[in-house]
């Protein structure tokens, strides 16, 4: 390079304060936008094998990229720009200075420490002090690269050199431009307040009727206000529910996700089908409602929050299309939303506000209705809301329905900040190590947020069934809204979903709409989940092996009998061994097997350990009294229908093993991130 073409800083006069403030806006740029495009591209990669077929969801990585670039923007141009008012004013009296080398210098080093170890917690199993390590490491490249590039500013055309920054600012701007429509159009931007477009698709009439399945997971009925709790949390459910068959006394198959949906989804009871804590997979050799439905012609399609419902657990098996939505959920993460979300700090813009993905569950659900309600097969479409599970994610604005300010900004402490991930606070310490670390106004802040989450889901489901409404198949639809399984919530002393037949977990919500049938009615007679296997293929008609008669009966014949005298039968299996091995008593209770027998009224509750309980639910709701000793006849009768109906529901009894640590490393990660594994 000849003298002509470079300049040295002797030759340069003074660096104005504006070459310092616009160097600054365009690293702010340019850094913000290669921050994005590379945390997007990981998160999409890490992601791949999760979606449909292997067709990359283009533009949710575009709406991810627009986030993260959008979020990197409103952080960094402010600090570059007091980092160069500072550097300019430590400068002035040296009339030869070039922002670019000090400038790029404070940029590594605030990357190093805010970004990097965000993105090697998200991204990795290394500890802290490795990540601690690898900041530093990091932080002092970036100062040590500083010093080389100030002498390549010296030797060069600096007007050159600006040049080419102007034109990487440029097409990062350009970059970010696109990602940022896309982002804006997505449910990424503001989860709370996104609805799905509206569509101009409209189904063409069909013989046969759709069928639309939706589970709010982890909800129990007493929380629900068309349920007749005093807060209203579910609002559309209320009007939807005038127009419904609901079961008053829908009693879960079982107190957790794959026992209670493989009971629903093949009619079968958890001692019938064997699932539980120490077997996660149901076997080949059962039939579910989808293997059924999509024999019989019917286009199927499960989309759900839960990774349980997945080919993991062959639980998704009998669906075309099965969509785990909680590892796309991924693709919406990255390093500031964790850096905040670990400091504890309330979301200032509502894109960092974060739901459980039930705006994204909706966003794939109306494309994929886009392209098959135009078909001539009927569809039967299988959702799955995670909202009201721990750790009970909902926006602010759902939040402030039943929360204080106050309780709102704790709200977001407890994710992560206070006591480590809420959720293993709640599922292991609160449980196995006693609820003392948490105060009464924290207890009430979950509590509180449990009914925000129940409240967004209400609204999600309105908007599903809109989405049949919008494209005029919604009058020919079957209906079907169930929850799995409750929450304990400082009920009985424990949290979560883990231990305990109690009906904090068993008592679910049940209710369905057929527009051609019975219409507004509610049926005291106790249902189970179960039953609906029966109920969804006897409504469209197909042939299938009738599961047996103490287990699965259709629905609406119960309701057009106006309800009927049953005991219905909830189960508890045991757990792994690696939580058999505690000596203490009351943990020793908490991991017993049980089995509980009830009949509307009374409820009678066998534990493996010996313990046996009776309730009258008429006068103690909330089972707090034993009253086992003031009912000898009550006692009798249950006693005595348990004993035949463990005679005639065959055990199921596993030829092949099955161990969760042959499973996918993603599952068993989702797994534990949601508490059903330890540590």
């Given at each position: 390079m000849s003298g002509t073409d470079c300049q040295s800083e002797e030759s340069n006069p003074s660096t104005p304060l504006s070459r310092y403030l616009i160097v600054a806006l365009q690293l702010a740029v340019v850094g913000s936008t290669c921050l994005a495009l590379g945390e997007s591209l990981a998160a999409a990669f890490s992601s791949a094998k999760h979606f449909d077929n292997g067709r990359w969801p283009l533009r949710l990585i575009a709406a991810a990229c627009g986030k993260a670039a959008v979020t990197h923007m409103l952080l960094w141009t402010p600090l570059l720009i007091v980092a160069a008012l500072a550097i300019f004013k430590i400068r002035r009296a040296r009339i030869r200075s070039t922002p670019i080398p000090a400038l790029?210098?404070?940029?590594?080093?605030?990357?190093?420490?805010?970004?990097?170890?965000?993105?090697?917690?998200?991204?990795?199993?290394?500890?802290?002090?490795?990540?601690?390590?690898?900041?530093?490491?990091?932080?002092?490249?970036?100062?040590?690269?500083?010093?080389?590039?100030?002498?390549?500013?010296?030797?060069?055309?600096?007007?050159?050199?600006?040049?080419?920054?102007?034109?990487?600012?440029?097409?990062?701007?350009?970059?970010?431009?696109?990602?940022?429509?896309?982002?804006?159009?997505?449910?990424?931007?503001?989860?709370?307040?996104?609805?799905?477009?509206?569509?101009?698709?409209?189904?063409?009439?069909?013989?046969?009727?759709?069928?639309?399945?939706?589970?709010?997971?982890?909800?129990?009925?007493?929380?629900?206000?068309?349920?007749?709790?005093?807060?209203?949390?579910t609002p559309f459910l209320n009007t939807w529910a005038e127009r419904s068959i609901v079961f008053n006394n829908a009693i879960g198959n079982g107190i957790w996700t794959v026992p209670s949906h493989a009971s629903m989804f093949t009619g079968l009871s958890v001692r019938g089908h064997g699932l539980g804590r120490d077997r996660t997979r149901l076997d080949e050799k059962f039939k579910t409602v989808a293997d059924v439905l999509s024999g019989d012609g019917y286009v199927t399609a499960s989309f759900s929050g839960n990774p349980w419902i997945s080919s993991n657990s062959r639980l998704s098996t009998g669906f075309e299309t099965a969509r785990v939505v909680y590892y796309l959920r991924h693709l919406n993460r990255f390093s500031l939303e964790f850096t905040m979300e670990s400091w504890g700090i309330t979301p200032p813009v509502p894109w960092l506000d974060r739901d459980f993905g039930g705006a994204m569950t909706n966003y794939l659900v109306s494309q994929w209705l886009d392209t098959h309600a135009k078909g001539n097969a009927p569809l039967f479409l299988f959702v799955n809301y995670m909202e009201a599970h721990l750790p009970y994610a909902v926006p602010q604005s759902y939040q402030r329905t039943f929360m204080t300010d106050k309780q709102v900004k704790r709200s977001y402490q407890l994710r992560l900040n206070a006591f480590g991930p809420i959720v293993g606070a709640m599922d292991k310490r609160f449980n196995l190590e006693g609820g003392s670390f948490l105060n009464r106004f924290d207890r009430e802040v979950l509590k509180r947020q449990y009914e925000s989450a129940i409240r967004y889901a209400d609204e999600r489901v309105r908007e599903l069934i809109g989405m049949f409404q919008q494209r005029g198949m919604l009058e020919n639809t079957l209906v079907i809204i169930v929850s799995d399984h409750g929450e304990h919530l400082d009920t009985h002393g424990l949290w979560s979903h883990r231990f305990l037949a109690y009906n904090d977990l068993t008592h679910v919500t049940l209710m369905i709409r057929d527009p051609g049938r019975i219409d507004g009615l509610r049926i005291e007679t106790p249902v189970q989940p179960s039953d609906l296997f029966s109920t969804v293929l006897q409504f469209a008609g197909s042939t299938f092996d009738r599961p047996s008669p103490y287990v699965s009966r259709d629905l609406f014949a119960v309701a057009e009998r106006g309800g009927e005298e049953r005991i219905v039968i909830s189960e508890c299996r045991s757990f792994p061994d690696k939580i058999k091995k505690t000596t203490e008593p009351v943990n020793s209770h908490l991991i017993t097997p049980q089995v509980t027998a009830q009949d509307g009224r009374f409820k009678y509750m066998v534990s493996g350990d010996g313990m046996v309980e009776l309730f009258d639910l008429t006068t103690d709701p909330h089972e707090t009294r034993n009253v086992y000793a003031d009912y000898p006849a009550q006692v009798d009768r249950l006693t005595a229908y348990i004993r035949e109906w463990m005679d005639n529901v065959t055990a199921f009894s596993p030829s092949d093993s099955d161990t969760i640590e042959d499973a996918d490393p993603d599952f068993i990660e989702a797994l534990r991130g949601l508490g059903y594994l330890g540590d």
């Open positions: 790029f210098a404070v940029f590594v080093v605030l990357i190093a420490v805010v970004v990097v170890p965000a993105d090697l917690n998200l991204a990795t199993k290394l500890g802290q002090s490795v990540i601690l390590a690898i900041s530093g490491a990091f932080a002092l490249l970036g100062l040590l690269l500083a010093f080389p590039l100030r002498a390549l500013v010296r030797r060069c055309d600096e007007r050159r050199l600006f040049r080419a920054l102007r034109g990487c600012t440029l097409l990062a701007i350009l970059l970010s431009a696109g990602s940022g429509v896309a982002f804006v159009n997505s449910p990424f931007f503001n989860p709370g307040g996104y609805r799905v477009p509206t569509t101009n698709v409209t189904a063409p009439h069909r013989d046969r009727p759709h069928i639309l399945w939706i589970v709010m997971d982890t909800v129990r009925a007493d929380r629900m206000s068309c349920h007749g709790y005093d807060k209203l949390t």
